[in-house]
Each structure stands twice: as C-alpha cells, then as structure tokens.
Nanobody, 126 residues
Framework: QVQLVESGGGLVQAGGSLSVSCVASGRPFSTTTMAWFRQTPGKEREFVAAINFDGGNTAYADSVKGRFTISRDNDKNTVYLRMNSLQPEDTAVYYC???????????????????WGQGTQVTVSL
C-alpha cells in the first residue's frame, strides 16, 4: 500500500519562501510521476506542478511558473516543492500525488493520479 506524507507547510508573509516535501512509501517511487496540487475551501483541487520519473520533465501551472520549483530525490523517495515570492492567493492545502501509469508524460488532471497524501496547509499573510 502506498503512503504519501507531506510536511513543511506553515505560515509565511507575502513575498516570502517556503518548501514542502512528500515522502512516499510502498512500491518503487522512481518509476512514477509525482505532482503537487492545492485546494481552497469551495474550490476544485488545482494542479500546481509535476515531475516525471527521473526528473527530466517538469510542468507548472501558469500561476506559479517562475516562482515554484518541483524536484525529487529518488534515493530518498521524496518530492519537494520550493515556493518563492509567495502571495496570499497561494494560500491553500497542498497535496502530494502519485501517478503510476504515466512515468514519462506528465498529466495535469487530478483524476489521473492514483495516490494522495493527507495535505499540508500553506498560509500566506499580507
């Protein structure tokens, strides 16, 4: 059984930076695409960033491009999201997700992902 556990969320002032991470357990991590989504109350889960199995391909939502960086360490079964120049509209619960069926080509739709973490809250204040 796959488990994804996020950590690193918190409160930060606008313009600041924060990193979140997600550790995966279970079947091989290095053959899966990993992604970050976020969600605020009353809204659908929104794609943020994804990275393919070996880190050779990444994708970002337009709203975070140039500010957020996704990376992975397959030796540590961990995916990271570095968030710079944070704005209040980045406030959300951030979820880690794993796609077991598309290791090379990145998908951005939430229903393409098989496993999800419990989420970590990121709050950006003015």
């Amino acid at each position: 059984q796959v488990q994804l556990v996020e950590s690193g969320g918190g409160l930060v002032q606008a313009g600041g930076s924060l990193s979140v991470s997600c550790v995966a357990s279970g079947r091989p991590f290095s053959t899966t695409t990993m992604a970050w989504f976020r969600q605020t109350p009353g809204k659908e889960r929104e794609f943020v960033a994804a990275i393919n199995f070996d880190g050779g391909n990444t994708a970002y939502a337009d709203s975070v491009k140039g500010r957020f960086t996704i990376s992975r360490d397959n030796d540590k079964n961990t995916v990271y999201l570095r968030m710079n120049s944070l704005q209040p509209e980045d406030t959300a619960v951030y979820y880690c997700a794993q796609d077991r069926h598309n290791p090379v080509i990145i998908k951005t739709e939430f229903d393409e992902y098989d496993f999800w973490g419990q989420g970590t809250q990121v709050t950006v204040s003015l």
